[in-house]
């Protein structure tokens, strides 16, 4: 009886054994599984914030883009500015960019006004004198050099220079007078050179009389000095 008794006993020992064994089991691979699980979600997030930073740099990286094109833009812009600037620069006074008129005036006498206006789309600059060629004449006649003005005759366009001319003396004390029927004008360059074959210019009436005393002005910004001197 007793021996039956043991034998049950010990049994049962053995199955609470293997059960409280096997419950110890369940629960050490429980908490494994469940570490795996967080450990994944970690990584995924730092590769979420990861990738949310390279998002951020990204995009800074195109706005510095922008604004780099847009500084060159400007920019270009700036030197389409000092094109502009340079397109529009002073340059001599010709017969391309001028109309050159001629007339005689009352006072004084035997005097001719000849008038330069720029028709073009620079300032130009009136250098010295006009070389007058009447007729088939050979010699240019000479400057009334206190009529130099301190500094050059600058016209913007539409503006006008004028030069006076003496045609013959008064008294009639020139000599070698005849009547001219035609009439060019030369320019002079920055250097003073004379350029061109000249201008043509309209002389009133049937011709102007001229003789020795012929002579010119330079280049003056007021027709009353030009007639004065």
């Excluded at 995924?44 to 094109?69: F, L, P, Q, W, Y």
């Excluded at 029927?181 to 061109?196: A, E, M, P, Y």
Aim: positive net charge; glycine residues 10%; charged residues 15%.
């Amino acid at each position: 009886m007793s021996s039956t008794l043991f034998r049950r006993r010990t049994a049962l020992l053995t199955a609470g054994f293997a059960a409280a064994a096997s419950l110890a089991l369940t629960a050490c691979g429980t908490g494994e599984d469940t570490g795996a699980q967080h450990t994944p979600s970690t990584a995924a997030g730092t590769r979420a914030a990861a990738s949310g930073t390279d998002s951020v740099v990204t995009v800074a990286k195109s706005n510095r883009s922008t604004t780099t094109s847009k500084t060159a833009t400007a920019s270009k812009g700036t030197k389409g500015a000092k094109g502009t600037k340079a397109s529009s620069a002073a340059v001599t006074c010709t017969g391309a960019n001028t109309k050159v008129t001629a007339q005689t005036v009352t006072r004084p006498l035997n005097h001719m006004l000849l008038t330069v206006k720029n028709t073009g789309s620079k300032t130009c600059y009136l250098y010295g004198y006009p070389a007058l060629r009447f007729q088939d004449a050979q010699a240019v006649p000479p400057v009334v050099e206190d009529s130099q003005p301190q500094a050059v005759t600058t016209l913007s366009p539409g503006q006008s220079g004028y030069a006076g001319v003496n045609l013959s003396s008064a008294d009639g004390s020139g000599t070698g007078g005849y009547t001219a029927k035609t009439l060019s004008v030369i320019f002079q360059n920055r250097d003073l050179d004379f350029i061109g074959s000249g201008v043509k210019v309209p002389l009133p009436g049937k011709g102007t009389y001229i003789d020795s005393s012929l002579r010119t002005t330079y280049w003056l910004s007021d027709p009353q000095d030009a007639i004065s001197l």
